[in-house]
């Protein structure tokens, strides 16, 4: 028999107090979905109607529909409403609000009010370690969850926090355990589960990081970044209708989003996309699985691993190597190199092939000989180093493209006709080439 749906309405409108206990029974009904969500829209603007219409005690009611804001996702919204709430439970989600609008020092300020105000000093201390992180001060950040020590047997925010220090020192796999302890203590932890949804995004494991971020989407508040993320990857997987449910709940939470905007209006296009027939040539269909991205298949976490630190992108990037040059990657033994054989013979295609058959698959980008050693290790560079979008990334790990100096091969045009590649994401990288003072082909 399911659980009874918690009444928001009643929760928020019709009792008088507003506390800690009332924060987690909203979560809860939040989590139990459905209409739940609808409710508290409701809820909202009934209270809004009550706060116009001077009824009840306002200070209250800008607590409630403060609160009821923070987890509807309107930050904005959310900190003019609590800047009037005159509690420490007020000033401490207040401090959230500023963190989640990138306000650092004024979150800073409303969380030491919720503090002297008598909200506990250690949850508040974990969001601090937030602010410092989001400040670049890992020392501080560090320093100070030290001092709560006494929380790691059941605080999954204190792990969050873990986590966070742990990245920032670059200690990749002690941050997936402590984000993964996380989400064990608090399966609705939204900020866990983001990150590991997001550092499974960066390894190539589109499903787990699907299946992370619609999870992130059943507690509120939901994060943009979620939405953005996995309406990506519902591209990328072919998913074009849910992608552009995903952008429209992005536009709907902020009309003014322009890139939301024109990626709603390509996964609407890749809807009814079709194929001419000329495409469907011999030679173009082969140069289509070439150009197929090794992560689009199933392979270990090692062999995934090593083929990208061998900058290995695509199967035809396979038929360029040697099977001696794959063994000689560390980490890379006969196991992994069965995989990849099992892969290619799925598709036609040999290891080597390139090289034994002189087949036409060449490198996009050769340095010319007249430049600097200097000019040739920038052109050399990982195109990691962009820092671009998650969308921006994709497009270039689906074209193969592994350094700034194969992307500099490209010109706009072989860029825009990538899939899920549109002109917000090629103005992003023409931004990001222009600091390394290089620009795309023909520009």
Request: proline share 3%; net charge neutral; hydrophobic share 35%.
């Given at each position: 028999?399911?659980?009874?749906?918690?009444d928001?309405?009643?929760?928020?409108?019709?009792?008088e107090?507003?506390?800690?206990?009332?924060?987690?029974?909203?979560?809860?009904?939040?989590?139990?979905?459905?209409?739940?969500?609808r409710?508290?829209?409701?809820?909202?603007?009934?209270?809004?109607?009550?706060?116009?219409a001077?009824?009840?005690?306002?200070?209250?009611?800008?607590?409630?529909?403060?609160?009821?804001?923070?987890?509807l996702?309107?930050?904005?919204?959310?900190?003019?409403?609590?800047?009037?709430?005159e509690?420490?439970?007020?000033?401490?989600?207040?401090?959230?609000?500023?963190?989640?609008?990138?306000?650092?020092?004024?979150?800073?300020?409303?969380?030491?009010?919720?503090?002297?105000?008598?909200y506990?000093?250690?949850?508040?201390?974990?969001?601090?370690v937030?602010?410092?992180?989001?400040?670049?001060?890992?020392?501080?950040?560090?320093?100070?969850?030290?001092?709560?020590?006494d929380?790691?047997?059941?605080?999954?925010?204190?792990?969050?926090?873990?986590?966070?220090?742990?990245?920032a020192?670059?200690?990749?796999?002690?941050?997936?355990?402590?984000?993964?302890?996380?989400?064990?203590?608090?399966?609705?932890?939204?900020?866990?589960?983001?990150?590991?949804?997001?550092?499974?995004?960066?390894?190539?494991?589109?499903?787990?990081?699907?299946?992370?971020?619609?999870?992130?989407l059943k507690?509120?508040?939901?994060?943009?970044?979620?939405?953005?993320?996995?309406?990506?990857?519902?591209?990328?997987?072919?998913?074009?209708?849910?992608?552009?449910e995903?952008?429209?709940?992005?536009?709907k939470?902020?009309?003014?989003d322009?890139?939301?905007?024109?990626?709603?209006?390509?996964?609407?296009?890749?809807?009814?996309m079709?194929?001419?027939?000329?495409?469907?040539?011999?030679?173009?269909?082969?140069?289509?699985?070439?150009?197929?991205?090794?992560?689009?298949f199933?392979?270990?976490?090692?062999?995934?691993n090593?083929?990208?630190?061998?900058?290995?992108?695509?199967?035809g990037?396979?038929?360029?190597?040697?099977?001696?040059?794959?063994?000689?990657?560390?980490?890379?033994?006969e196991?992994?190199?069965?995989?990849?054989?099992?892969?290619?013979?799925?598709?036609?295609?040999r290891?080597g092939?390139s090289?034994?058959?002189?087949?036409p698959?060449?490198?996009?980008?050769?340095?010319?000989?007249?430049?600097?050693?200097?000019?040739?290790?920038?052109l050399?560079?990982?195109?990691?180093?962009?820092?671009?979008?998650?969308?921006?990334r994709?497009?270039?790990?689906r074209?193969?493209?592994?350094?700034?100096?194969?992307?500099?091969?490209?010109?706009?045009?072989?860029?825009?006709?990538?899939?899920?590649f549109?002109?917000?994401?090629?103005?992003?990288?023409?931004?990001?080439?222009?600091?390394?003072g290089?620009?795309?082909?023909?520009?």
């Open positions: 028999m399911s659980e009874p749906l918690i928001l309405k009643a929760l928020l409108v019709e009792h107090d507003c506390d800690a206990g009332t924060v987690q029974k909203l979560r809860n009904g939040l989590a139990q979905g459905g209409t739940q969500l409710s508290l829209r409701e809820a909202a603007e009934q209270l809004q109607k009550k706060i116009d001077g009824q009840g005690a306002k200070a209250k009611l800008h607590l409630k529909l403060g609160i009821a804001y923070y987890f996702g309107y930050m904005e919204r959310a900190v003019d409403n609590l800047q009037h709430a509690t420490a439970l007020g000033s401490f989600y207040l401090g959230k609000a500023l963190a989640a609008r990138h306000k650092p020092e004024e979150a800073m300020k409303a969380f030491d009010k919720a503090e002297k105000a008598g506990t000093a250690s949850q508040v201390n974990l969001q601090r937030g602010l410092h992180l989001k400040q670049g001060d890992a020392t501080k950040a560090k320093h100070l969850l030290e001092k709560h020590k929380l790691e047997s059941h605080s999954s925010e204190y792990h969050f926090q873990t986590a966070g220090v742990a990245r020192e670059g200690h990749q796999a002690a941050a997936i355990k402590s984000l993964e302890r996380a989400v064990e203590l608090d399966p609705s932890h939204t900020g866990a589960l983001f990150q590991l949804g997001y550092l499974n995004d960066l390894a190539g494991n589109d499903d787990e990081a699907i299946g992370l971020y619609e999870r992130c507690y509120p508040p939901i994060s943009i970044g979620a939405v953005n993320n996995l309406g990506i990857l519902y591209e990328d997987t072919g998913k074009y209708d849910k992608a552009a995903c952008y429209g709940r992005m536009l939470a902020d009309p003014n322009e890139r939301a905007r024109l990626f709603l209006k390509d996964a609407q296009a890749g809807q009814t079709y194929y001419h027939s000329d495409d469907d040539t011999p030679s173009s269909k082969f140069a289509q699985v070439l150009d197929l991205n090794v992560t689009d199933e392979l270990s976490v090692r062999a995934r090593c083929l990208k630190k061998m900058n290995i992108r695509t199967l990037d396979l038929t360029r190597v040697t099977e001696a040059q794959l063994l000689a990657s560390k980490n890379f033994g196991t992994s190199l069965d995989e990849v054989h099992d892969l290619m013979k799925s598709k036609g295609l290891v092939q090289i034994n058959e002189g087949l698959y060449e490198p996009r980008y050769r340095p010319q000989q007249q430049l600097s050693p200097e000019e040739q290790a920038v050399g560079k990982p195109v990691s180093e962009l820092n671009l979008s998650v969308r921006a994709k497009c270039m790990s074209l193969g493209i592994g350094t700034l100096g194969e992307l500099c091969q490209r010109t706009a045009d072989e860029l825009l006709e990538a899939k899920n549109g002109v917000t994401s090629l103005t992003e990288v023409r931004e990001k080439l222009v600091t390394y290089l620009k795309l082909r023909g520009d």
